[in-house]
């Protein structure tokens, strides 16, 4: 970085710390709609762009950018304390997060989950910003063959979880790929398993179906129990020991956190990838290549660690080619770019030289909204983790009131309100006879994303299937693929030889 850089970096850094009066409240409102499920900052945006139209062109930035960072972050918050993922990018939160918040670690988990998206959110944009022009190539090799394989790595999780129960794992796995092909096929249109439903032609809209298997499903659970911690956990009373106890597990995993929340940069330089593959390839990454495989699902660290990093590390990653390119890496990149091009951005590697602050200005913005949201947020964990000890009869009607209406947000279908509920119903059949939630919902993302891509590369080359072995970087994928599941296979029996050899 020469001087003239480093110069332009502490101007734009001063200038931004100076709009704190609009990142605090900013980063409340983020908070609060990332942890009601079905809002998101895109949609947030969309309803407030008026009101960002009439901004001047740095204040409306940094209004987007703050909102952008704290609704990532909130959409964690429902996820641990009742098992109801804000947005899809937090869809593996509640893997481990819930199972610590039914423990009575509704505060430590919040902490871990506050600081792993901090930091990861931080160091990403850091990396980013030293990084923009090869990052920004990331999205041009990125291919249908290599893309059949990120969806493999993240599918690939169904097989972990059902590791617990073979059959059940893969009965629910193969339900939710079976949901997830529901629509018209991307090559020849031909409507499929829609029973005549014109909601239906576009796919299964995401957001019904997640808040339908999980937050609809839990509130149905959660009814039939006094409150939504186990009786075996004590219910501890709110103090800085609980939060102080979380940050020093997250920050004595620093190192996984580092490498989780790259995976999310890369995955969010990808246009059209997004924070929900993040998560679950990160969750999948972490699980296979722990010493403890077995404790994920239990209310492990490092399975809540790994999404909340990785699903914050693409927030930097979707602005590398929105500015460098004019690809929206995201659905919130592309509202971004819409208001950029009102105030006559003009986007690619010239915009870093003529017009600095604009280019600089927005990650420093994020980097700036991490460190304030560390230290705005912390002190909250004490209270919300009591959430978990409200009575369900006053919870579980507020979780499906406020689901529903999320599942309604989207396209403002009231076909959606009964798709939710639908999934409800079988979310909660799915819990009460020992089927995984989860892994029917990664089918329903990751299915019809890996079908476009197969497809469209059978059409690129005639139907040729040798297709899939036919770039450089994808074989070096399949490579890292067949790693991922073959090593940690293998290091499993070799522990588990150790532990046979008796002791002489």
């Known amino acids: ?29 983020g908070l609060t709609v990332g942890a009601i499920p079905g809002f998101s900052a895109a949609n947030t945006i969309i309803i407030l762009m008026p009101l960002t139209l009439a901004m001047d062109l740095q204040t409306g930035l940094i209004f987007m950018i703050a909102l952008y960072c704290s609704a990532r972050m909130g959409a964690g918050i429902p996820a641990i304390l009742v098992n109801i993922p804000g ?39 850091l990396i980013a910003l030293a990084t923009m022009p090869i990052l920004a190539r990331v999205g041009f090799y990125m291919h249908s063959v290599e ?13 972990s979880i059902a ?12 339900l939710g790929l079976m949901i997830g092909s ?40 959660i009814i039939e129990k006094r409150v939504i911690i186990s009786h075996e956990a004590e219910v501890k009373k709110a103090s800085w020991h609980a939060t102080f106890e979380g940050v020093s597990i997250a920050v004595t995993r620093w190192w996984h956190i580092v490498w989780t929340s790259v995976i999310g940069l890369v995955i969010g330089v990808i246009p059209g990838a997004g924070a929900s593959i993040a998560s679950f390839v990160a969750y999948q990454q972490s699980r296979s290549f ?85 230290f705005t947020i912390l002190p909250l964990s004490r ?40 999934f409800g119903v079988l979310g909660y059949i799915a819990r009460r006879t020992g089927y995984h939630v989860a892994a029917i919902l990664i089918g329903v993302i990751l299915g019809p994303l890996l079908e476009k891509y197969f497809l469209w590369s059978l059409k690129k080359s005639d139907g040729d299937i040798m297709v ?29 030889r150790k532990i046979e050899v008796p002791i002489q």
């Open 182 to 221: 529901i629509g018209t096929d991307v090559v020849y249109a031909t409507p499929r398993g829609t029973f005549g439903f014109l909601e239906l032609y576009d796919g299964v809209p995401l957001i019904p179906a997640l808040v339908g298997l999980f937050a609809v499903s839990e509130a149905f659970v």
């Open 290 to 374: 722990s010493k403890t495989p077995e404790l994920y699902g239990t209310g492990h660290p490092e399975g809540l660690i790994a999404p909340e990093s990785a699903n914050n590390g693409v927030t930097s990653g979707t602005l590398v080619p929105l500015l460098v390119l004019g690809i929206p890496g995201g659905a919130t990149a592309a509202i971004m770019l819409v208001v950029m091009q009102f105030h006559g951005v003009s986007f690619g590697p010239s915009l870093f030289e003529d017009q600095p602050k604009v280019g600089y200005g927005m990650f420093m913005a994020m980097a700036v909204s991490y460190v304030v949201m560390i």
């Open 163 to 174: 590791a617990q129960d073979m059959v059940k794992g893969l009965i629910a796995g193969f």
């Open 383 to 422: 209270y919300m983790s009591h959430v978990t000890t409200i009575p369900t009869i006053y919870l579980a009607p507020m979780i499906i009131s406020f689901t529903l209406v999320g599942g309604f947000v989207p396209r403002e279908y009231m076909f959606d309100m009964y798709l939710a509920l639908a």
């Open 1 to 29: 970085m020469d001087s003239s850089t480093a110069s332009i970096l502490s101007e734009v850094f001063v200038e931004t710390i100076g709009y704190w009066y609009v990142i605090i409240p900013t980063i409340f409102l």
């Open 87 to 125: 947005t899809a990018g937090a869809a593996a939160t509640p893997l481990d997060g819930y199972p610590m918040a039914k423990q009575g670690k509704g505060q430590q988990a919040l902490a871990i989950s506050f600081v792993a998206s901090c930091i990861g959110g931080l160091l990403t944009t």
């Open 468 to 496: 899939l072995f036919s770039s450089t970087l994808g074989n070096i994928l399949w490579v890292a693929f067949a790693a991922s599941i073959i090593l940690p296979i293998v290091f499993g029996i070799r522990r588990k």
């Open 147 to 159: 893309m059949i394989v990120v969806m493999l790595f993240g599918i690939s999780l169904i097989a």
